[in-house]
Structures are given as structure tokens and as C-alpha cells.
């Protein structure tokens, strides 16, 4: 029998003791009794909720209210000023704490009662925020943010602004959550870790996990909840790589942006590799799937990459126009055609695949899909003949080829050494900006300096490996400005902090040991190659990777050096 509503409160609780804490295991097993004790219709807001998101990306559905509309409801609410802000900002760090500390002063001046609520009220409350569309929605989503704000006491208001902005400071993401649930309902970590990749959905997986082991055993993939994408690892060389897998299946490596797509009767969506639902963005990805893939229900996966004139490849930057707008203007199909190339399959007509070896899903994919749908490929040992195959992708205008095991199954969310991409272009880092400086003479209106930082996924917390200023069009530079303003927190000086958000690919001549930093590393002559519109923060190059280059070019120069003796 289901016993009283959990509070929001209760829940608040619990992040703020996660806040303070440092040690794993008890983290987890904090989480796992909290979870334990709620209703079964707070299960999945609760688990949502602790990992700071309301709905997964995926959902279609999403609050669209950033830190500019909070920072207007709750000014409004409790009477602050700009400075106010900042200078109590300044002494916290956090935006959420802020809130707390704004509400705190208010309500010792008057004496506020609040009302009491709770997780399922303060869900469906999110949800009416998520629904508001159309004309004025904008307004609507302002004034259900701002009743919410009024009705929360000052602890709640600084969870209520952390989860709305999905920021996640306690350091609890979904890898531990995957450890209190299976802690809770006394189920295999492997079990459940497999159903939250297969399904993306942290929440659902908590249900499952409830019903217990065989439930976790029997599920496959739920159709249009995108499963979480294999990755791959890089090798320097194509002798590295097929010394690795032995004999191997190569593909061409596209330069374009990775899709999954799912597919029931003549529903089609389509989902970035950042999970999001982008159907509406490549009408024709949905029509060479409806006319080229004989298939009732399928998952399968691909590269989407731009086309020129000639048919060829156009660079990335060109891919991402259909995405995001620039200068106000969104590019149609007719200005930046695009073509799919299909390379695995994940689920064909009731069979989830993802436990066969690579070489049975391609032989299914290339059974169901015209040929001009699967990316170009061999089979092969000999290193001549690989060789061969890659100059042919280079000459062809891409960017270098993705070596893979045959034997290997698909394994949802794993970076792994399966999958070897070998590429022409010598190393580059992905980064996520942390701060941006004014820029100099023409450039001083400009945030045109940036902190570029990698990620630690065991803290959450990205760590700066260099600063840099150079590699963005005046138009990039424009739009890069405009963003990094709605992301700041704080200001220093020339110097804006912002909440970690953007990507950007970075080249750079060497990586150097640094005191400097805390993160021990510094990259020299660094220069931004392009924005990562399709990744996220925490897909971005990890600290680990940077010292994985820094030692391998370190052996390198050892190597070098040792041979000019
Ligand atoms: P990069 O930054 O090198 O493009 P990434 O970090 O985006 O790589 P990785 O997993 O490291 O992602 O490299 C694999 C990516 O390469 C895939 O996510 C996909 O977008 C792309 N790709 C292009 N062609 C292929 C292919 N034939 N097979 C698999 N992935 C491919």
C-alpha cells in the first residue's frame, strides 16, 4: 500500500547531504534508501529529479526556461537587484545557492509561510511548464515558474532553480543512480546499467528495475526512446588498428553528425547523438528510410553528412545550418542537401540485434536497405589493402576510416576499442568553454578569449587546459558572444564565467605538464577548428584522454629523439 506523498522537501534534503558528502558508496546507499521509501508514482520524478533533469532530451519535450527567466522570477519574487545578485553570487559560487540566499533574506523580512509540496505536484507543475506552446507561450512558462518559485520555501527554491536549469552540482549523475537502484531493489548493477543505456531513460529504468530481475532481463529497446550510441577509440595508425582487431570490417568515416533512427510503419524520428529528437530537422533522412529500408520496426544507425553540387561532402559547419540558426535564418534543404549513409542495425522486426556480432547486423542491414543507403566498406587483414581503401576515403573528401571488429556486439554507450577510427587530420581535443575574456581592439565588444576546459566524469567537474583566442569567423564570433552572455554567472573584470555548455573542437602544437593549472596540463598555441553543436559537455574529451595524448606524445618524442642518436 502506497504510504503518505513524499515531500519535495525531503528530497531537497537528500541533494543538500549529497552536496556535502564525497564518498561514493555512501552516496549511493543514501540514494538507494531514499528511493526505496517512495510511492511508485514518485519513483520516476524522484530519480529524474536527483540526476537534475525533468525530462530526458529525448522526450521532444522540454521547459525552455534558461537562467534569464529565473534570474526575472525570482528578482521579481523577492525584491533583488542586479548588484545584489552578484555580489551575493560572488560569495557563494552557485546559482542555486544564490536563490536560496536571495529567498532566506525574504523571508526573515516577511515572514512567509509556504505551502508544503510535493514531488508529484512539483512534477506535474514542470510538466504544464513543458506543455505551454504556441503564441505567448513564452509568458505562460514565466508565470507557472514564477507560482512555483512562490510557493517554495527558500531550500526548495535553490532545488527547484537546479533542476529547472539542469545543473548538477552534487556530483551524483546517472552512472551512480544506476548503483542506488540496483541497491535498492536488490537487482544486478549489469542489469539495470543495461536497460538505462538501451532506453535512456533513468526514470523508466528505476521502474523496471522495481518489477525486479526478469523484468530487466526481458527489455529491449523501446521504440523512439533513442538507445545510447557505441563510440569509438582512436588509433594513430592503420597497422595499430588492424594489429588490434586482426581481420576487419572498414568503413569510410563520415564527417557529418551520427543519427539513429527509429521506425514503425511510417512513423519515422530521427535522434542526434546527443539524444535529441532532430526528425524535423532532416525531412529527407525520414524519406529515404520510408522509401529505402524494408523494414515494419527498425533502429538502425548512420552518419548524415552534407552534400555539394557534385554530390561530394561539404564540410561540417555546413551539416550544422540545419540544425541551428544563423543570422536568424535556418537553411532548408534546397540550400544544404544532406545524405544519409547507414552503417549498423540495431533492432529489425521484433529482433533486437545489439547481441550479435557486427558482421551478422550488417549482413540483416544490407538485406533490408537499398545499396546507396550503406556507407562504402571492406572486409580485410591486409594492411596494403586497407591502405588503399583509406586513401581512396581521404581523396573522396573524408575524413579517414573507422576500423571494426566483425566478432564485436553493439554495446550501447561504450567507448571502446571495437571501433578504431583511423583519420588523416592529426589530433584535436574536444573542449568545453568555462569562461571568455573581451577581446582586444576591433574584437573588445566581443567574448573572444575563451578557458577551454576538459572533463573529470569522476567529479563532474570540468578542469581548464588552456585559454585561446583564435580560429572563429566574425560571424562565429557574433553568435559565440550572444550564447556565452545567456550562459553567465558571473563577471571578473574582462572575464565572464559561464555554466559549461558549449563545445568547440580544438587543435593544438603540443600538451605540456603545467603547474599552472590544476589540471596539470596545458595546451600550446590551442585554436578552435569548429563549434560541437552535437555534443555535450559531458561527451566532451575527458582528463583522462588529455593525459593519454600528452603520454603518447611523449613516447613519440622519446622515440624520436632516441633514433636522431
Ligand atoms: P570525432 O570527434 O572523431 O568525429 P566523435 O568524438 O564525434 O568523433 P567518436 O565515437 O569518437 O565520436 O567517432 C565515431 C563517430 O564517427 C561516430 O559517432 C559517428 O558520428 C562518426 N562516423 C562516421 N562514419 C562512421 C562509421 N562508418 N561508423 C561509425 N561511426 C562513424
Same mark, same amino acid.
Given at each position: 500500500m502506497d504510504s503518505a506523498p513524499m515531500l519535495f522537501e525531503e528530497l531537497c534534503l537528500l541533494c543538500e547531504k549529497l552536496e556535502g558528502m564525497s564518498g561514493k558508496n555512501a552516496m549511493v546507499a543514501l540514494v538507494s534508501d531514499f528511493i526505496k521509501r517512495l510511492n511508485g508514482d514518485e519513483l520516476e520524478p524522484a530519480v529524474r529529479f536527483i540526476v537534475g533533469e525533468v525530462l530526458p532530451p529525448w522526450s521532444g519535450k522540454e521547459l525552455g526556461v534558461g537562467y534569464k527567466t529565473v534570474y526575472k522570477v525570482v528578482s521579481d519574487i523577492v525584491g533583488a537587484s542586479g548588484d545584489e545578485w552578484l555580489r551575493l553570487f560572488n560569495a557563494c559560487g552557485d546559482f542555486g545557492a544564490t536563490v536560496q540566499a536571495l529567498f532566506e533574506r525574504r523571508r526573515r523580512a516577511q515572514r512567509l509561510v509556504t505551502k508544503r509540496l510535493t514531488i508529484r505536484e512539483v512534477y506535474e507543475r514542470l510538466l504544464r511548464v513543458c506543455d505551454a506552446s504556441g503564441e505567448g507561450s513564452r509568458k505562460r512558462k514565466e508565470r507557472l515558474v514564477a507560482s512555483l518559485f512562490s510557493d517554495a520555501s527558500p531550500l526548495e527554491a535553490k532545488y527547484l532553480a537546479k533542476v529547472i536549469l539542469g545543473e548538477r552540482r552534487h556530483g551524483f549523475g546517472e552512472a551512480l543512480m544506476e548503483e542506488a537502484i540496483a541497491k535498492a531493489f536488490g537487482v544486478p548493477l549489469r542489469l539495470v546499467h543495461r536497460v538505462s543505456m538501451l532506453t535512456s531513460d533513468i526514470g523508466l529504468t528505476a521502474r523496471i528495475a522495481r518489477m525486479g530481475r526478469r523484468a530487466l532481463e526481458e527489455q529491449g529497446v523501446v521504440l523512439f526512446h533513442p538507445v545510447r550510441p557505441m563510440l569509438a577509440e582512436r588509433a594513430s595508425s592503420l597497422r595499430e588498428a588492424l594489429r588490434e582487431v586482426g581481420e576487419a570490417i572498414i568503413d569510410w568515416k563520415l564527417d557529418g553528425a551520427r543519427v539513429q533512427i527509429h521506425k514503425r510503419g511510417r512513423v519515422v524520428r530521427v535522434f542526434s547523438r546527443r539524444l535529441s529528437d532532430v526528425t524535423q530537422s532532416l525531412p529527407e533522412v525520414v524519406e529515404a528510410v520510408l522509401g529505402g529500408l524494408s523494414a515494419e520496426e527498425a533502429v538502425v544507425e548512420g552518419e548524415v553528412v552534407a552534400v555539394g553540387e557534385d554530390g561530394g561532402p561539404m564540410p561540417f559547419q555546413y551539416l550544422m545550418r540545419r540544425f541551428r540558426r544563423v543570422h536568424g535564418v535556418r537553411e532548408s534543404r534546397e540550400d544544404v542537401p544532406v545524405k544519409l549513409y547507414l552503417f549498423d542495425a540495431l533492432y529489425l522486426d521484433g529482433e533486437l /540485434?545489439? =547481441? $550479435?556480432?557486427l558482421e551478422e547486423r550488417r549482413e540483416l542491414l544490407v538485406g533490408r536497405a =537499398? !545499396? !546507396?543507403l550503406i556507407v562504402e566498406s571492406i572486409r580485410t587483414s591486409d594492411l596494403r589493402e586497407a591502405e588503399r581503401f583509406f586513401k581512396r576515403a581521404i581523396e573522396e573528401g573524408h575524413e579517414g576510416v573507422v576500423v571494426k571488429d566483425p566478432r564485436a556486439p553493439y554495446t550501447p554507450g561504450v567507448r571502446g576499442r571495437r571501433w578504431l577510427k583511423v583519420k588523416a587530420a592529426p589530433h584535436t581535443l574536444d573542449l568545453v568553454i568555462v569562461a571568455a575574456e573581451y577581446g582586444h581592439g #576591433? $574584437? #573588445?565588444? #566581443? /567574448?573572444? =578569449?575563451y578557458h577551454l576546459a576538459a572533463y573529470d566524469p569522476e567529479t563532474g567537474r570540468f578542469l581548464v587546459v588552456g585559454k585561446c583566442f583564435t580560429g572563429l569567423t566574425d560571424d562565429e564570433l557574433e553568435m559565440m558572444t550572444r550564447r556565452l552572455k545567456e550562459l553567465a554567472v558571473k563577471q571578473v573584470g574582462r572575464v565572464v564565467y559561464v555554466v559549461p555548455k558549449v563545445v568547440v573542437e580544438v587543435g593544438f602544437a603540443e600538451i605540456q605538464e603545467s603547474p599552472h593549472y590544476p589540471s596539470g596540463f596545458a595546451l600550446r598555441f590551442p585554436r578552435i577548428l569548429r563549434i560541437r553543436e552535437d555534443k555535450s559537455p559531458q561527451d566532451a574529451d575527458t582528463i583522462e584522454t588529455v593525459r593519454r595524448v600528452f603520454e603518447e606524445q611523449r613516447a613519440r618524442q622519446r622515440i624520436s629523439s632516441g633514433g636522431s642518436h
Open positions: /540485434l545489439i =547481441d $550479435r556480432p =537499398d !545499396e !546507396e #576591433y $574584437r #573588445y565588444k #566581443y /567574448l573572444s =578569449d
